[in-house]
């Protein structure tokens, strides 16, 4: 159970830092000053991680954004732009876990 439960962890931790490192990388090719947009931001996300849902996206973006999942959606409509170094901050405010596959989802509920 210790040896599962390290595994776990140590995904979780490869997870954050693979993110981390896609939103910096995508923020420093682009050459932003420092900023990103919503929209960038929600594009990073996904392709770090393209089994993750619109919603549990939505759910890092506003954390990072320090706003209510609901704002989402207006603040990437408008174009909005946020600063980069404080939203890998406030997102890691929370879980920052991969998606499951979509496969391994449907074996799980197969084995019941």
Do not use: P, W
């Not at 919603?55 to 959606?73: H, P, Q, S, T, Y």
Request: proline share 0%; glycine share 6%; with cysteine.
């Amino acid at each position: 159970m210790q040896l599962l439960r390290a595994q776990h962890l140590e995904e979780i931790i490869a997870y954050d830092k693979n993110l981390r490192n896609s939103i910096t990388d995508a923020h420093n090719k682009e050459n932003l000053g420092g900023r990103m947009t919503i929209a960038m931001l929600r594009d990073v996300i996904e392709s770090t991680d393209v089994n993750k849902k619109r919603a549990e996206i939505n759910v890092f973006l506003a954390r990072g954004c320090a706003c209510d999942i609901k704002m989402i959606g207006e603040m990437e409509a408008r174009g909005e732009d946020v600063d980069v170094v404080s939203f890998i901050a406030r997102m890691r405010n929370g879980l920052v876990k991969k998606s499951e596959k979509a496969n391994s989802a449907k074996e799980s509920s197969n084995k019941m």
